[in-house]
């Protein structure tokens, strides 16, 4: 069966860390792009971050810039997201997905997992 777990979310302060994992099961997540969206309650859910199936080109939304690493672990057929310095505004469900295409554009991914997550708060 084809399907993405995610794992690590939770509630944290502002400025503090959390790392999402995306692992798949049933196929390789190096074979396609893997994209990170959030979804947060009453907005488009948003795409945050993505690295690519050819040559791990990575993406990065301007908010998150700086601040996010997405990254690969080959041995664990698994995607990273590596989130610091956290605000209120990261505050969402965060979905991976894979897929081939424009990085964060929904219609990319026909893959999706069924999201974590993440509050930062006081």
């Known amino acids: 069966q084809v399907q993405l777990v995610e794992s690590g979310g939770g509630s944290v302060q ?3 860390s959390l790392r999402l994992s995306c692992t ?21 859910r948003e795409g945050v971050s993505a690295i690519s199936g050819s040559d791990d080109s990575t993406f990065y939304i301007d908010s998150v810039k700086g601040r996010f690493t997405i990254s690969r672990d080959y041995a664990k057929n698994t995607v990273n997201l590596q989130m ?19 990085p964060f554009v929904v219609g990319t991914y026909h893959v999706w997992g069924r999201g974590t997550q993440v509050t930062v708060s006081t």
Do not use: M
């Open 24 to 44: 798949g099961s049933g196929f390789i997540l190096d074979d396609y792009l893997i994209g990170w969206f959030r979804q947060a309650p009453g907005k488009e």
């Open 14 to 16: 502002p400025g503090g």
């Open 84 to 102: 610091n310095s956290l605000k209120p505004d990261d505050t969402a469900v965060y979905y991976c997905a894979a897929g081939s295409g424009p």
